[in-house]
């Protein structure tokens, strides 16, 4: 069959952002917009050149070249040259051109212009990634692990307090507890894949002698974790001896979580979501052992369903294990509660230790001896218990008592938590808020200790901080602790930062071992209009002579221009104007006289920091203003009672006008509360969250979505579930779409009663659900004001299964349904509702915040602004010399990336409008970040010929493995023998 193709030479002189070589590029043309990066143009064009070759720095911006000068502009000896250029979608491509060839004009065209013809689609398709704040903020992780005798204790820690580590990245640093004085052991960084809760778990654990140390680590210091998974490490407590101990390179292959070790340091224990033998194909999470030689790896768990562990202890002879989980083993938990279980160390002799159909019982910890086991619970294991309390229980299961009352003066009900167990189980030391007037009567978080039989209670600490994570060294000689707030503190942490202190035993001695300081970034907020993003930013004055204050800073969409807006010392939850140049946010400050009371108040502030105005002020707090995208009006949540409508100090919705007029109760409840406030564009109309009876339709109090005018007429509840609930509400600029997140099942669509994405057109009066999920919850709906995209957050496995269940990122276009990724590497997450969603008026600039490491550049993994640019492709770059080094601009959505190197020479017309790449090498497989480092291309073209590079972007194992990228007809660009898998 004959087939009539352009001709490629024409093809291709008609796009001069074609990055390819040829006489016909090389006349004189207009400059125009382009997706792609030129290598070549005749007169300077309004991107960014890749130019690279030994002898040259990266490129040179709008550099005018001519056709006499193209041969000898190489620089002298420069045998090879890499030209590149971003495509407009998912790939990208360079090129490796011999000088001779150059030189010679004997690139082909043709092979040239199937290859880039897909440069022809539109630049909205282009989807870049960027981190556009880049604060230092310093925390160790809560749990610590010390030596037997307490002398030493090891901190995971991002701080710099040695001058060792300028990127903040989580490593292991060694602490003298008597002295206080430390020195870092390892270079190698330390974590969890849960990024904000890891901070919260055991992710190392020392040997009894200190000798040895196990650790959660996604680095490779081996050149075993090429994937950056979250796999197991030994080290001698020195930082040699380095081993990695697991190893699952499938995608998504799950995470080790918990570690311990026994008290010999010949067997480590550890909870992992990863089949390691064959045996957890669902990927649960389980319990195993292996030697400290990597040997002996045996699974000593089969728990069902998805259920998961959030405490693991071993006895110092490794023969038993105690552990709490939401599991029903035994068919003794059908209720899916928090409970204590015990197993050998071999495996067998699962037990359950607790059973109580409500509340919970977790944090357990066993004595060294294998004795006893203590935990916290608030469920009425042996009578009635309304708060939180210490419990042990022997380890065969008798003997189960309740260690604390937790109480204050005047029938004050105090909490007790994180408890830990000396070797012989006669002392349990753990946090607690109890007190009475003659000891911690103003009840602050303090360590106290209670013997095994729940008497002798003493009270450890008395500083008068928040105190929490309390560990103590397995003779009783040494406890530590993780504090923050303003204190007496051994002398250190004057901001009132976040630290880890260690004390004796009997409350003496006094140490804090960390130094950190603080930088996070959050909040974001895009002016629609106005290509400006407001965000708080927490940090830590240089003198550290106060408590760190929060103030809200604003930037361009590119991340240029950091400029600091407020002073007040505390502010909270910015939002803009349409334009960009009025801001509203809360503060308990008092910057301006008028909030002596120390109350959450709304105010206002010009886009430059000036004219500062607090526009509310009552006897309660003030919350969660939104402004109008128009200015006229400003929506906030208060339990104050202004005008005298809210009596009862419900928390009930407000508006306001910027100026501090027209205040008026829009809810005025006697029971329940509303907040949430979302205004459309002209503020007439707000939605919002209410589990208030407000129109007589709502009894049972669940929370339902509701809209009203702003002045108070035209209440409508939009949903209506007695049993499940709906919330965040969403408005469009026009007021007519109102997306927001429901467990209900309005359309028989939601049997399962996921938490899902629904859409409401008041015009129409009908409802759509936008995600239908089998597990995991979407949230945070966030609409374009448009209406024309839904950004969400995605807990379901909405692009491919992951047993580490992280909450991804999403958008919905409204009008086709399709649902595509915006999130960048597995490495970050974010967290309702701290999210922090925000886009411009059409979708195509997103900014949010979370925690990890969406783009390989924020190794202390703290919260940061990150944006989703869809107007622009991703800029990819060349080493200047061999061997090549490919890297590319992150883009938004892809997860995971595949390199290919292939020769022009080889490129033809294929089947269709497809493309024949040839015979390719694939470079790079599954790579976890946006550079083939360490997988660099030591072959070079030789002369008359010339390689290309591209990558594509996986978006999940359900979506596929990526494009290659499309030609100018549709068709793909297919590779031959050599290519990456799937």
Not at 211 to 225: C, E, H, K, L, V
Not at 467 to 477: C, D, I, K, R
Not at 529 to 550: C, G, H, V
């Amino acid at each position: 069959m004959t087939q009539i193709r352009p001709d490629p030479m024409t093809e291709i002189s008609q796009d001069p952002s074609v990055g390819c070589i040829s006489p016909s590029l090389l006349q004189e043309e207009e400059p125009r917009e382009s997706s792609m990066a030129v290598g070549w143009h005749r007169r300077r064009v309004p991107i960014e050149p890749i130019l690279t070759a030994p002898g040259w720095e990266r490129g040179e911006r709008g550099r005018d070249v001519s056709s006499h000068e193209l041969p000898w502009t190489i620089p002298g000896g420069a045998e090879h040259l890499a030209l590149g250029w971003g495509g407009a979608g998912k790939e990208k491509v360079v090129m490796r051109i011999s000088r001779r060839t150059l030189a010679t004009g004997r690139l082909s065209a043709w092979a040239c212009a199937l290859l880039i013809a897909g440069a022809a689609r539109a630049p909205a398709t282009g989807q870049v990634l960027k981190q556009l704040t880049d604060g230092k903020e310093e925390l160790p992780v809560i749990y610590t692990t010390m030596n037997d005798s307490g002398t030493k204790v090891w901190v995971a820690s991002n701080s710099n307090q040695f001058g060792d580590n300028p990127n903040r990245e989580y490593r292991i640093h060694e602490f003298d507890a008597a002295t206080g004085t430390g020195v870092p052991r390892s270079t190698i960084a330390v974590g969890g894949p849960d990024y904000a809760y890891s901070y919260f778990a055991h992710i190392i654990a020392a040997s009894d002698d200190g000798q040895w140390i196990t650790f959660i680590s996604r680095a490779n210091p081996t050149g075993q974790n090429a994937d950056r998974s979250f796999e197991l490490f030994v080290m001698k407590t020195d930082g040699t001896q380095v081993k990695q101990l697991t190893s699952d390179t499938t995608v998504n292959a799950g995470s080790v979580t918990l570690v311990a070790i026994s008290g010999s340091g010949d067997k480590i224990f550890f909870v992992s979501s990863s089949d390691l033998l064959g045996t957890n194909p669902d990927r649960h999470q389980q319990i195993y052992s292996v030697n400290r030689d990597g040997t002996g790896l045996a699974e000593l768990t089969a728990l069902p369903g998805e259920a998961y562990i959030d405490s693991l202890s071993v006895s110092d002879d490794g023969l038993r294990i105690a552990f709490s989980s939401n599991a029903n083993p035994l068919s003794t938990n059908p209720e899916g509660n928090d409970e204590i279980f015990a197993v050998n160390g071999d495996g067998t002799g699962l037990r359950q230790l607790t059973s109580a159909s409500t509340g919970a019982s977790a944090a357990a910890v066993i004595s060294g001896d294998g004795s006893t086991v203590a935990f916290e619970s608030n469920a009425p294991l042996t009578g009635a218990n309304p708060t939180v309390e210490i419990f042990a229980i022997n380890w065969d299961g008798t003997g189960l008592r309740r260690l604390t009352t937790s109480t204050g003066p005047f029938g004050f009900i105090a909490v007790s938590f994180d408890p830990s167990i000396t070797d012989d189980g006669q002392w349990v030391y753990f946090t607690s808020n109890q007190g009475t007037i003659r000891h911690n009567p103003d009840l602050s978080y303090e360590v106290y200790k209670v013997r095994g039989d729940g008497t002798g209670l003493t009270l450890v600490t008395n500083l008068n901080k928040v105190l929490y994570g309390t560990v103590v060294a397995g003779g009783g000689g040494r406890v530590t602790f993780f504090s923050y707030g303003t204190g007496p503190q051994a002398g250190k942490n004057l901001d009132g930062g976040y630290e880890i202190s260690a004390i004796d035993g009997s409350g003496g001695t006094l140490r804090t071992l960390t130094d950190t300081s603080e930088d996070e970034n959050s909040s974001p907020f895009i002016a629609a209009d106005a290509a400006r993003i407001f965000y708080l930013r927490r940090q830590t004055r240089s003198d550290e002579s106060t408590n760190i204050p929060t103030e809200v800073y604003r930037m361009n969409l590119d991340g240029s221009g950091k400029t600091q807006v407020t002073t007040v010392g505390v502010a909270s939850l910015p939002s803009a104007t349409a334009d960009g140049t009025l801001v509203a946010f809360s503060s308990p400050s008092n910057p301006l006289g008028t909030n002596s009371d120390g109350r959450y108040e709304v105010f206002t502030v010009r886009w430059d920091g000036t004219n500062l105005k607090q526009v509310t002020n009552g006897s309660d707090d003030a919350y969660y203003p939104r402004i109008a995208m128009n200015g006229s009006i400003i929506a906030f949540s208060s339990y104050a009672n202004y005008d005298g409508t809210n009596a009862d100090g419900n928390l009930d919705l407000w508006v306001v006008k910027p100026d501090g007029t027209g205040l008026k109760n829009l809810t005025a409840s006697t029971s329940g509360g509303s907040a949430g406030a979302r205004l459309d564009e002209s503020g007439t109309w707000v939605v919002f969250t209410s589990d208030a009876n407000l129109d007589g339709g709502n009894p049972d109090g669940s929370s339902e979505v509701w809209r009203i005018r702003t002045d108070g007429t035209g209440l409508q509840r939009i949903t209506g579930d007695p049993t499940y609930s709906s919330s965040d509400p969403d408005v469009s600029a026009s007021g007519d779409l109102i997306a927001y997140a429901s467990q209900a099942d309005p359309l028989g669509t939601n049997p399962e009663h996921n938490k899902e994405i629904f859409l409401y057109q008041v015009s129409t009066g009908t409802t759509r659900q936008l995600t239908v999920t089998a597990d995991g919850e979407n949230e945070v709906p966030t609409i374009s004001p448009d209406g024309a995209w839904v950004y969400f957050v995605a807990e379901g496995d909405l692009f491919e299964p992951d047993p580490d269940e992280p909450y991804d990122l999403a958008r919905l276009n409204i009008a086709s349904g399709a649902i595509e990724r915006v999130g960048g590497l597995m490495s970050g997450q974010t967290y309702p509702p701290y999210s922090g969603l925000s886009t411009d008026r059409h979708g195509s600039h997103f900014a949010f915040s979370g925690y990890g490491d969406w783009t390989d550049a924020n190794p202390d993994t703290w919260p940061e602004v990150w944006l989703a640019d869809f107007t622009r492709a991703p800029m990819v770059t060349v080493s200047k010399s061999a061997p090549t080094l490919f890297t590319w601009e992150h883009e938004a959505g892809a997860l995971r990336y595949d390199v290919i190197r292939g020769d022009v020479s080889n490129i033809s017309h294929g089947m269709g409008q497809n493309a024949d790449l040839g015979p390719v090498v694939c470079l790079e497989n599954d790579s976890p970040d946006a550079t083939i480092a360490g997988h660099e291309d030591a072959t070079q073209p030789p002369p008359g010929r010339a390689f290309f590079y591209l990558y594509r972007g996986t978006r999940g194992l359900e979506v596929g493995p990526g494009s290659w990228g499309t030609t100018r007809g549709g068709g793909e660009r297919i590779p031959g023998s050599g290519s990456c898998s799937p």
